[in-house]
């Protein structure tokens, strides 16, 4: 075609009313088009439907993760619904947790479970059940556990594994779902129940919310219950309730629960009604507030060993004078406490300073590479010495080595019988690598004093700071940030003024291997607990202390009147096991360290570091399993409770696919199409 008859072809096209009409429409749908398109696309900026990859050890609440586009990333699909049973020994909650998969696709399905547990928890226990089938996890070395678990998945048949990838991070992964088949897996583990100023509180996560994410929208889109859809995930719930004492409320603070009282006592707890997973549950209670302390005893049998915890509550404070005593604050002043680390301290130990009452004594000692007192010996704490001591703190910097040992030698006086309650306070980052050292200097040093040790910046030392603190019969207490130390110093030193019952011994368990291991006094506020393992059953225990006036207390206990409790003897595994893996951080043979943790979670049925909990089903499930890959299933969720669904997802599911952009550019082709045809036409 010549450029006159291209010229006079296009004149001819817009003078055609038909084809200026057709043209107009073309553009007025791309228009409409365009803006919607852009619509959604900034929308994209809020909470959407859209697949979020993370790894196993991003997972905050448990959700079941399937394999994403990139190796090592997951996509989280939520469960189908859930069972939930709680048994509630003291301080102890062991579950038992039903979670339901069905496969309702026509592939064959593998899918990774997660859930992170809170610390000193403790899972022993794993059951797949297949329709009619059951099958029972069993505890295994953790490489053994996942040849087993790979072979079984290899061959077809019904697998599951559960391991432990980091101390407080366990994922379950369920191999060869068949297609149509409902798998129901079961775990069971337990951990230790919360406290805060008298009230003890219990949570179970129940619902994941879609999260927010900015850029266009993702193409495969997490499938979220949509206004006026029927919710899914339905939760039963039940909580036996053994608090181990008398109790002066109970709540569930977002659900509706009923109460039924048993004869031992324990409390029956169960939602009324039906639930669905929106919202966490949360059940908290507080205990009756009695004048003088008391104890609560629960027990387990394993074999011929017998497992006892026992618990003891603080009185009720009692509006008094704060108790005379001494007490010596250590500040580390070495290199690594620069910076925010050594504002936080010398904050903290001005607090400390300005406590003091003139019936108090008090010293301070700074240390890098060597050690230096304020004063030769302790003394009152009138102002004059309390403005030196003031003086002295502001004048510390930071810098040097890290001598430990300096600080503590003159610190610990070794002797066993001071006039007062003898108190010492250590700050620190704890970055030292003799920690055995220091731990034997401690017990050879302590006398009756008790050392209590404050970890100070974004990364102290933990392991050493804790034990130290246990060896001292003290608590460690851990300031991250500058704004938490009033608060937190404040807390500790109400405590320390406030001594419930000191000198605690325990008698009637020889035998008996017992936790912590010197028992730490008893303070208001905080209750106390001790947990024994060991052979028999003694028919009394004996608990005896002095108490803050100085006058003697004892109270005995007979164990055959409490009954049995499910959780106790993994508790005492569970802390036996952290005392073996923290041993490592101050030089314990590796080797040794892995037999002992490996030998308590074999007998005690634990996941830990060195173990796993495996199950496979002996019948061949899926016949062409060397030939056919597994797929990955999404399941519906529901939308939290009090969300909006059009205000979170801006527009519906809609905007989750580029689906009008592609209408888009396939309208413009076609008009191209259409108007390249015609002109071929024309010029023929």
Partial sequence: ???????????????????????????GVA????????GNTNAAGTVQQEERSVTPDQVQQGELLLPGAEPGKYRPAPMLSMDVDIQVSGIVARATVKQHFTNDSEQWVEALYVFPLPDESAVDHLEMRINDRVIIGKIQKKERARQTYEAAKKEGKKASLLSQSRPNIFTTAVANIGPGETVIIQ????????????????????????RYSPGPPALEALSVVGPGDEQVNPVTLHVNLAAGMELSRIDSLYHGISQQKNKDNSLDIRFTGEVKADRDFVLEWEPKKSQVPTVALF???????????????????????????????????????????????????????????????????????????????????????????VKFIDHLEASGGTEISKALELALDGKQRHERIRQVVFLTDGSVSNEQALFTLIKRKLGDSRLFTIGIGSAPNSYFMTRAATLGRGNYTFIGKLEEVREKMSTLFAQLEQPALINLRLTGASGFEVLPAPIPDLYQGEPLTVIMKGQGNPEKLFLSGQQADGTFWQTAVDTATFTDRPGIAVLWARKKIKILMDSLASGADPQQVEQGVTELALVNHLVSRYTSLVAVEEKISRQDS?????????????????????KVFAGG?????????????????????????????RGS
């Fill in 1 to 27: 075609m010549t450029a006159a008859k291209t010229k006079k072809a296009v004149q001819n096209f817009f003078m055609d009313p038909g084809y200026l009409m057709l043209t107009f429409y073309i553009l």
């Fill in 31 to 38: 228009i409409l088009l365009i803006f919607g398109w852009l």
């Fill in 187 to 210: 775990i069971e583990y337990q951990q230790v129940v919360q406290r805060q100023d008298r009230v003890y509180s219990l949570r179970f996560p129940l619902v994941v919310g879609p």
């Fill in 299 to 389: 027990s387990e049998q394993q074999g011929d060993e017998h497992a006892l915890l026992l618990m003891v509550m603080p009185p009720e404070q009692q509006k008094q004078d704060p108790l005379a005593r001494e007490i010596v604050f250590i500040l580390d002043t070495s290199g690594s406490m620069g910076g925010e680390s050594i504002r936080q301290a010398k904050k903290a130990l001005l607090m400390a300073v300005e406590r003091m009452r003139p019936q108090d004594r008090f010293n301070l000692i700074a240390f890098n590479s060597n050690a230096t007192a304020l004063f030769r010996q302790s003394k009152s704490g009138t102002q004059g010495n309390v403005e030196q001591a």
């Fill in 626 to 646: 060397e030939n056919t890959s597994l797929a990955q299933q999404k399941v519906q969720t529901n939308l939290p409770a009090g969300w909006i669904h059009d």
């Fill in 653 to 681: 599911a809609a905007t989750a696919t580029p689906a009008s952009l592609l209408v888009l550019v396939g309208v413009i082709l076609l008009s191209l199409s259409a108007l390249l045809l015609w002109m071929q036409r």
